[in-house]
């Protein structure tokens, strides 16, 4: 996490206000955290969403998909560091015909247990097909946009998209996870998957949101809770817990 950092090695301190914390300097409550985070998300910014310290205890950068341009990758890329993965609603997963990819490997490697949860979200990872390696900055956003467009057709008019469109535009394997929210929302799982699903939701977005994990330079691990809202507050980025939207959305 080196981008909050000018050429000059000072902080950079975005001008709006600071992130959790109100004029005068105090805590906001939890609901006016969850309202920041809606107002960001509903423009098109990040929001930093910390999950759960029983669960996987990560904070992520969450942006609505459709949102996405070359600069926010690369801001996921420099200031998060974590894998940058879709997260597309489970009717959006349906008529895209996408698995989970637990379910597509026939390989003595696959054990989806892991600890935090009952399964992982991740289905394939795939590329647009007008894309050329997939990994830079420019053909990542050209495939997360392109994959916000696809779930806000399936929104639209769920009889009108087949896995054979999704074939048409992506190809997997690809360099964007894509991630299937669960089939009941926050009432059946409460990763950043089915958090950032319930933000997009909540601010009519397209069903995709975008997640990427944020890592300690230092020790290579995920990202203090504290460390990441102090982040959030030098960039004028909304801190929300996962709790909060949990309990904002229930």
């Known amino acids: 996490m080196r981008a909050d950092v000018d050429a000059d090695g000072d902080a950079e301190v975005a001008p709006e206000a600071e992130a959790g914390v109100t004029a005068d ?114 053909d990542r956003a050209r495939t997360i946009v392109e994959l916000a467009g696809a779930a806000a057709a399936v929104d639209a008019d769920p009889a009108g998209y087949a896995p054979e469109d999704f074939a048409a535009e992506f190809r997997a394997p690809g360099h964007v996870h894509v991630l299937r929210g669960d089939r009941d929302g926050l009432g059946g799982r409460t990763g950043h998957t089915e958090l950032g699903l319930a933000m997009a939701e909540a601010v009519g977005s397209a069903p995709a949101a975008v997640v990427c994990e944020m890592l300690d330079d230092e020790t290579g691990t995920a990202l203090a809770p ?15 817990e996962g709790a909060a939207l949990v309990e904002a959305f229930k």
Do not use: K, Q, W
Request: proline content about 7%; charged content about 30%.
């Open 25 to 138: 300097g105090e805590p906001t409550d939890a609901a006016e955290s969850v309202e920041r985070a809606l107002d960001a998300f509903r423009a098109g910014d990040p929001v930093c969403v910390h999950d759960f310290a029983d669960r996987e205890g990560e904070t992520d950068i969450v942006y609505p998909a459709g949102a996405v341009d070359e600069a926010a990758v690369a801001h996921m890329r420099n200031d998060a560091g974590g894998l940058i993965c879709v997260a597309v609603a489970d009717p959006v997963a349906d008529a895209f015909g996408l698995p989970f990819l637990a379910d597509a490997l026939d390989h003595p490697a696959v054990d989806d247990d892991p600890d935090y949860d009952d399964r992982s979200s991740f289905s394939l990872p795939v590329n647009h097909r007008e894309t050329f390696t997939g990994i830079t900055d420019e």
């Open 226 to 240: 504290a460390d990441a809202e102090a982040y959030a507050r030098r960039r004028g980025i909304p801190y929300v």
